[in-house]
């Protein structure tokens, strides 16, 4: 199927092509631009029946509630002040847990990564392959143990422990992607640096790190979002509104407030902020994190 | 070389990181809907007068439960105050999970509550908490909905409100007249069973402890739901997914039920502008009866001191000041939230309040009320009977399979709590 | 170069010893645990009745899990769960993947924004679809009243069988896109010239498909398989906000049954010994995905 033998259906196929695009992003995007658009909708478009499906001009008052709290505190439904203040503090704990998460895996998985991509004998591989059996368990494995030592010693509810907890959980597969990109890195280039009379942590420092900043950024991305949208671990280990994370507070407005959709709406795309965000600018990354385990041997 | 150690003090001081920030104030647990902001407001004026710092963790009322006794049976002081349900009282009790108040509590004090709120606090010869929205469920319906449909009275007893329904539905005023709140896991579906059981005159055990729901009014009642919702189509099939007390309000509120039972001083909110649409159309009544008597079902909570508390006075200070008289008082004209004490009730501003919310009806339904069983197992038994509610609401199981199934396992969690 | 790799490349000793931090995180919070988890197993803990005291059991829990129909019908949810994403997933995603592999104007962003599903929180998933899915106001009812195909509003997630199916039509959609792509990246990696040598042969674009594309593409497709299935087993944010195991257990999927085995009846005994029995299932799927691609490597 040539171009040459393609080129007089091209006209007709090009409409159906476009028409099967946009049936694909429908399908795709859909419930995503109804959530934003309940978001901004007005409260009666949405009570209505069959939903006003787009509401102009879009009315951001519920994001304001959200992030700058009400004004005036009667409220027709449960709703209540302290409800959205738990929300504001929930989307702070999101980004330090993730950001913490993020730099220690990274901090970690580059040290370990080094030493398995340069092992000289099949000691790193087997601990990795060791450490990724561990990763394929499932969560809840670890969830009942963990949960009763940490109420044991009365460490339940902490930020610190959810960030050590998740970064424990990615830790294997951080360390797996930068192994995979340390070890494409040319041995010359060390060997040069170590002529020079560097140490080993100089000669990650210098040479390995500025050379593997994709490889970084691949698994920076990808833990960042995982972190962002862990939601068992930080429902299981939190329980004030100074430690919990902003998509277990999701959870504490389905069900509740009933008839706010429109708030309900806005904390949903607030919460997906930051992974969308990811997503759409660092998909580059965010992809490669995710077939650097499927791909590379 | 280096690198390593520099790794290992960072995840080190992070482990210690989660470590520092040891509380130095007092810590009480509860649940979203506990938290209003007139409940914020007093528990800040609490630790203004008292002068003992108060932290309140927020928690998922599902979850609530669970860390709560979690942290008591690791012996952890996690928390100091807490809310307890009547039907926990006798787990906790027995568990010694609760510090006893009879050291602290005046006998002024115990002769100023109220015998049906005195059922939630003490057990045993022990004061174990301080009555806390001692509250039991009001009847409340939309009078202006009824009018417009020719009826001039509240239903007196189920009978007739079925046949009211049946009219609102048909002359389209309301789509389900009768509003109720039966998601998966949410306590109010053994509430509303047990209340319906007792206005059909029976009860859930009988005099030897034995399962006697499976048998007449239990029968019925459960009978009598299904038919409500499949039959006379007056019950919304998506209340199975529906939780929330506020919802039921919410959903009167907005003219889409006629009838509900609501726990507190409903006509409080309900009839107040800034939170209801139709503020001014509702009443309350006694609650409608079967063969029984019109009884609604009372849950008596208190605020109690865990055992693992480490300063037991500076708990009791806040915790008198949180949930004694004067708390109690703001927390009635404010949030309409009912009050365990004698004096709050004999008191003329809360009086007066109440004389415009219903509070003649209120006190005589307070001589019709059920509460629910006292068993150490009961938390597991409740699951148990609202998985059973919702089987037969969903078709899975016919209303007598279910029950005797039931009865079953309730016989063999009780074997399996006794000693 | 021999001798630069004997400089450079270090022994087991340093391995280990670069590697020490993470090795006590891992082997601190994910080795030890395991090995508590396995002694937890055997006892009952009584948790919800602490004067009955901790008791051992051997393996009760085992046998009870084993044994319990509660556990049985997760299961059978869970691979009906899987089996939906698969099978519609699979035609569903090896479609779109062929729509967008022909050059077309913006495809790169197009093909950027499939990935949006795939990194939307669970939570917030479940907030989503239970919008979608509302009685009353959802837009799924409001689309099929629209285009005329129902008549009346339907409440999506009461009738117990219609809930499994809706969650798991949930599911599928964040899954899809991801699958795409990877049938997009499998399509874009066989060569053009299979295709014109077919036609050259008489093939239609039909029998090329069939012939070529698919079985070339059968690696993705079987290493999907053996993922969605290990997944669906961990399955729990979406249940726990859409529809929390409900109406009547109906979506209780083994995800959400371990976790109100473990967080709501604080039975972490019995608990314990369920997630290693869902732990070996996945265990034997991950070996078997494992073997696949080890084959898959060696074949090329």
Redesign the interface.
């Known amino acids: 199927m040539t171009r040459e033998m393609r080129m007089p259906r091209r006209l007709a196929g090009s409409t159906v092509q476009a028409l099967l695009v946009i049936l694909v992003m429908l399908f795709t995007l859909g419930p995503v631009l109804w959530l934003i658009a309940s978001s901004v909708a007005e409260p009666k478009d949405l009570l209505s029946r069959p939903p006003r499906w787009l509401s102009w001009p879009p009315d951001f008052s519920k994001y304001r509630e959200l992030i700058a709290g009400s004004g005036d505190g009667a409220r027709a439904t449960t709703l209540t002040e302290s409800t959205l203040r738990s929300f504001r503090y929930a989307m702070g704990n999101s980004l330090v847990t993730s950001c913490g998460v993020t730099f220690l895996c990274l901090a970690l998985g580059t040290l370990s990564g080094y030493a398995t991509a340069r092992s000289r004998s099949n000691t790193g591989k087997k601990l990795i392959y060791l450490m990724l059996l561990v990763q394929m368990l499932p969560v809840v494995v670890l969830l009942v143990p963990l949960f009763l030592i940490l109420s044991k010693l009365g460490l339940l509810d902490r930020l610190g422990m959810v960030i050590v907890l998740l970064s424990a959980i990615h830790l294997p597969f951080v360390i797996w992607i930068l192994r995979g990109y340390f070890q494409g890195i040319p041995m010359e280039l060390e060997e040069a640096a170590v002529v020079d009379g560097a140490t080993k942590l100089q000669v990650i420092r210098k040479v390995i790190l500025p050379l593997s900043l994709p490889g970084l950024f691949a698994a920076g991305t990808y833990t960042f979002m995982q972190s962002w949208n862990a939601f068992m671990i930080p429902l299981i280990f939190t329980s004030s509104d100074s430690t919990r994370t902003v998509t277990v507070a999701i959870s504490m407005f389905v069900g509740r407030h009933y008839t706010d959709y429109g708030l309900m709406s806005a904390a949903g795309v607030l919460a997906s902020l930051p992974p969308m965000l990811l997503a759409i600018f660092f998909q580059r990354y965010l992809l490669a994190g995710l077939t650097a385990g499927a791909v590379k041997g | 070389m280096k690198g390593s150690v520099l790794a290992i003090l960072a995840v080190l001081s992070f482990g210690s990181l989660s470590l520092a920030g040891a509380q130095a104030k007092l810590t009480m647990i509860d649940n979203p809907e506990g938290q209003s902001d007139a409940m914020v407001a007093l528990e800040n004026a609490a630790q203004a007068k008292t002068g003992v710092a108060l932290n309140v963790e927020v928690v998922p009322p599902d979850q609530v439960n669970v860390k709560l006794e979690t942290a008591l049976a690791a012996k952890v002081s996690a928390y100091d105050l807490f809310v307890i349900d009547i039907i926990d009282l006798p787990k906790y009790a027995a568990a010694g999970w609760v510090a006893p108040l009879n050291n602290f509590i005046s006998p002024q004090m115990q002769k100023d509550i109220l015998p049906f709120a005195k059922q939630g606090v003490y057990s045993n010869g022990q004061w174990l908490a301080l009555p806390w929205k001692a509250e039991f469920m009001s009847f409340a319906y939309n009078k202006k909905m009824l009018s417009d449909a020719g009826f001039d009275h509240a239903p007196a007893t189920w009978d007739e409100l079925i046949k009211m329904s049946v009219a609102l539905k048909a002359k389209k005023l309301v789509d389900f007249p009768m509003v109720f709140t039966w998601g998966a896991g949410y306590e109010q579906i053994t509430s509303d069973y047990t209340m319906l059981v007792a206005d059909l005159g029976g009860t859930l055990f009988d005099d030897k402890g034995e399962p006697a729901f499976n048998k007449g009014a239990g029968v019925k009642a459960l009978q009598m739901m299904y038919d409500m919702m499949y039959v006379q189509k007056i019950v919304d099939p998506s209340a199975l997914t529906i939780k929330g007390g506020g919802t039921r309000r919410d959903l009167l509120a907005g003219g889409q039920g006629a009838f509900a039972f609501l726990w507190g001083t409903p006509l409080v909110d309900l009839n107040d502008a800034k939170k209801s649409s139709l503020a001014g159309q509702f009443d309350i009544a006694l609650a409608p009866r079967g063969a029984g008597g019109p009884y609604s079902l009372a849950g008596p909570m208190g605020l109690a001191i865990t055992s693992t508390c480490k300063d037991k006075d500076a708990a009791w200070k806040i915790l008198s000041s949180l949930a004694g008289p004067e708390g109690e008082k703001e927390m009635f004209l404010k949030d309409g939230a009912p009050t365990g004490w004698r004096s709050v009730l004999q008191d003329p501003d809360v009086a007066a309040s109440l004389a415009k919310s219903g509070g003649a009806v209120m006190a005589k339904q307070a001589e019709y009320i059920a509460i629910r069983p006292a068993l150490a197992y009961y938390g597991e038994w409740s699951s148990a009977l609202q998985d059973t509610v919702q089987r037969v609401l969903v078709k899975k199981v016919g209303v007598q399979k279910g029950l005797d199934d039931l009865a079953k396992l309730t016989k063999e969690l009780k074997a399996k709590y006794t000693k | 170069m021999s001798y ?9 000793m ?13 082997f ?4 030890a ?2 090995g ?2 396995l002694a ?1 197993s055997l006892f009952d803990l009584h ?6 005291g901790v008791r051992f059991v051997g393996l009760g829990n085992f046998a009870k899990a084993l044994s319990s129909p509660a556990f049985g019908a997760a299961v059978a949810r869970t691979l009906y769960l899987s089996a939906v994403g698969i099978g519609l997933g699979i035609p ?1 995603s090896l479609g ?1 993947a062929l ?2 592999n ?1 050059p ?1 104007k913006l495809r790169g962003l ?1 093909r ?13 998933q ?7 899915f509302d ?3 959802g ?1 799924l ?3 099929l ?2 285009l005329g195909l129902i008549d009346s ?1 339907v ?1 999506w ?4 069988a219609r809930a499994l199916l809706m969650v798991a039509l949930a599911n599928l ?1 964040s899954t ?2 991801m699958l ?2 990877l049938y997009l ?1 499998g399509l874009q990696g066989i060569p053009k010239e299979l ?2 040598a077919a ?1 050259v042969d008489g093939s239609t ?1 039909v029998g090329s498909f069939w012939r070529i594309t698919f079985p070339l593409l059968l690696p993705v497709t079987l ?1 999907t398989l053996i993922l969605k299935t ?1 997944d669906a ?2 399955l ?2 979406l249940v ?2 859409l ?8 979506t209780q999927v083994t ?1 959400y049954y ?2 109100q085995a ?5 039975d ?1 005994g019995y ?2 010994a369920l ?2 029995i ?2 070996l299932a ?2 034997c799927l ?1 070996f078997f995905y494992s073997k696949l ?1 080890r084959t898959e ?1 060696e074949s090329r």
């Open positions: 630069s790799l004997s400089l450079r490349r270090h022994g087991a340093s391995t280990v010893f670069l590697m020490t931090p993470s090795l006590i995180l891992i601190g919070l994910l080795l645990p395991l508590y988890s937890i948790a919800t009745a602490p004067w009955l569903i779109f729509i967008l022909r077309f197009v950027g924004l499939l990935i949006v599903p795939w990194v939307i929180p669970g939570s917030v479940g907030l989503l679809w239970s919008r979608i009685p009353h106001y837009a009812n409001g689309i009243l629209q509003y409440p997630l009461i009738d117990p959609w899809v896109p795409t792509l990246a295709y014109e036609s674009s290493i290990i087993f961990s729990f944010d726990y906000i529809t929390g195991g409900g109406p009547a257990d109906s995800g371990l976790y473990a967080f709501t009846s604080l972490y608990a314990s997630a290693w869902i732990a996945t265990g991950a691609t490597e």
